[in-house]
């Protein structure tokens, strides 16, 4: 009769690959992502530098020589006081002017608001 031995034999991790095992993944960054940050950063860039100009826009310069201050009436519009200033040009480039000067993002006037208006206009309103 013959007997059969089996032996199994187990092996332990070494400490190299027990430590590569707790490491966590590098990040690898391919060409695209490379590109969709570069393009991400430019875009957001370009967002808020045109946010800071639209700002920049709407703030009031203050009054120019010969403008003076009117107290808006119920009724009043910019388009009238644009037109008081001179009635026979046309009214939209010193209705835009009047606008950037007070930082006027509308064109809308509250009763009692000021607004710098030409001498002319002041003249002409009241």
Do not use: F, K
């Not at 092996?11 to 992502?33: H, V």
């Not at 639209?54 to 310069?61: G, L, T």
């Amino acid at each position: 009769m013959t007997t059969t031995t089996m032996t199994t034999t187990t092996t332990m991790p070494t400490t190299a690959t027990t430590a590569t095992m707790n490491r966590p993944a590098r990040l690898r960054l391919t060409q695209r992502g490379r590109v969709v940050i570069v393009v991400s950063v430019l875009v957001l860039s370009l967002l808020v530098a045109a946010i800071g100009a639209m700002r920049a826009d709407a703030a009031p310069v203050g009054p120019p020589e010969g403008w003076s201050a009117v107290t808006a009436l119920p009724g009043d519009t910019l388009w009238q006081m644009a037109s008081a200033a001179n009635p026979t040009d046309d009214p939209r480039p010193l209705l835009a002017q009047i606008r950037q000067v007070n930082g006027l993002t509308s064109a809308g006037l509250v009763t009692g608001q000021q607004v710098w208006v030409p001498a002319a206009s002041a003249v002409a309103l009241r």
